[in-house]
C-alpha cells in the first residue's frame, strides 16, 4: 500500500518542491493516501486520511485538508482557515495564496491577516520573493499567480520546472504574452508543452498531445503523448488511450487491444468522484460484448497489474486550483 502511494507523493514532489514533516510510517501512508484520492477529486474520502498527517504538523497535508474542506464546501469554512493557516505559518506559500485570495471567504469577512496582525498578501510577496531570487521555481510561479507578472513564469519554466512550463504554455494558449512575429506564439506553446511532456509532467503530456491534435501535429507524436501519460496515470489520458485501442481504426494507429482497454476501462469505473467512472461504467458493457469469459478474465488481471505498477490514477489538477 505504501509503495502504491509514494509514486504519487513523488510526482507531487517533483511539481511543487516542498519539505515533507517528520511523520511515522503510518502518518506518511495516510498523507500519500490522502493526497492521491484528492488528486482524483474525492475531495471528502480525502480528508480522513489527510486530516491523520495534519493533525501531526505536515503542512502539505494541512494545505491539501484545506483544500478538500473549501472544496467540499464551495468556500473557505472556518475549518479549512485553520488549516491553511497552520501550513502558511510553516512556509507554504500556496498557503499564503489561498489565504490572501479576496475572492474566498476572508475576503468578504475581512479576515485575511493572521493572529498576529500581519496581512497574508505582505507575508506572501516578501517570502516568495526572497526564495525566487534564490532561484526557487516554485515561488516565481506562486508570483505569478498572485499577479506578480508573467516574467515570473517564464523565468521558472527556463529554469526547467517541468509545473511552471506547462502553465506557460497554458498561459500563452489562453492568449497571455506578446508575440509580434507570425508563428512564434505557436512555436513557443509547443516548445513549453513539449518541455513540460519531456521534464515527466503528466498533464504537461496529455495537453501537449491535445494541441498537436488541435493544430494537425504529428499523429505519431500525439499517440507518443496520449500513451506516455496514460502510463503516468492521468485519467483523462487513460479513459483516451483505452477508448482509442478499443477502435480497430482510431485516427492516432492503435492496435486494438481489448484486453487492456478493458483493464484501462475498468480501473476507471473503480474511481468515486468525476466524470471518468461514469464514462467508463457506460463503455464497459460494450467492451464485454465484443470479449468472450477468459479475454474478460484477462483484462480484468491487466487492470490489477497495472494498479500495482503504476501510481495511482489523478487529474494532476494545478496545486493551486479552482
Request: aromatic share 14%; charged share 20%.
Amino acid at each position: 500500500m505504501i509503495k502504491h502511494y509514494i509514486w504519487l507523493f513523488f510526482a507531487y514532489f517533483a511539481l511543487c518542491g516542498t519539505v515533507s514533516a517528520e511523520l511515522t510510517p503510518t502518518q506518511k501512508n495516510a498523507k500519500y493516501t490522502g493526497i492521491a484520492i484528492f488528486q482524483q477529486s474525492d475531495w471528502y474520502a480525502s480528508q480522513p486520511f489527510l486530516n491523520i498527517a495534519a493533525e501531526a504538523g505536515d503542512r502539505d497535508a494541512q494545505y491539501f485538508l484545506g483544500e478538500a474542506i473549501r472544496l467540499s464546501q464551495r468556500y473557505i469554512t472556518p475549518d479549512a482557515k485553520k488549516w491553511y493557516e497552520a501550513s502558511a505559518e510553516q512556509g507554504f506559500l500556496y498557503a499564503m495564496l489561498r489565504l490572501s485570495n479576496k475572492n474566498d471567504l476572508c475576503g468578504s469577512m475581512g479576515t485575511c491577516t493572521d493572529k498576529n496582525g500581519v496581512d497574508w498578501r505582505e507575508r506572501l510577496l516578501i517570502t516568495a520573493q526572497e526564495r525566487a531570487t534564490k532561484g526557487d521555481t516554485e515561488a516565481m510561479t506562486v508570483l505569478y499567480t498572485a499577479g506578480q507578472g508573467l516574467p515570473w513564469l517564464e523565468k521558472a519554466a527556463a529554469a526547467g520546472d517541468s509545473y511552471a512550463q506547462q502553465l506557460l504554455a497554458s498561459a500563452y494558449k489562453s492568449g497571455a504574452g506578446w508575440f509580434l512575429i507570425p508563428g512564434s506564439k505557436e512555436k513557443a506553446i509547443i516548445k513549453w508543452f513539449k518541455a513540460s511532456s519531456e521534464g515527466g509532467n503528466p498533464r504537461g503530456m496529455f495537453l501537449y498531445a491535445n494541441y498537436l491534435y488541435d493544430h494537425n501535429g504529428s499523429k505519431e507524436e500525439i499517440a507518443h503523448w496520449v500513451k506516455k501519460s496514460a502510463e503516468h496515470s492521468h485519467i483523462d489520458a487513460v479513459g483516451t488511450y483505452a477508448y482509442k485501442i478499443s477502435d480497430p481504426s482510431n485516427e492516432l494507429g492503435y492496435p486494438e487491444n481489448l484486453i487492456k482497454a478493458y483493464g484501462l476501462t475498468l480501473l476507471l469505473s473503480k474511481l468515486e468522484a468525476g466524470p471518468a467512472p461514469e464514462d467508463a461504467k457506460r463503455l464497459l458493457p460494450e467492451l464485454a460484448k465484443r470479449m468472450n469469459s477468459i479475454e474478460i478474465t484477462k483484462g480484468i488481471e491487466f487492470s490489477e497489474d497495472w494498479k500495482r505498477n503504476h501510481p495511482p490514477l489523478s487529474y494532476f489538477d494545478p496545486i493551486y486550483g479552482y
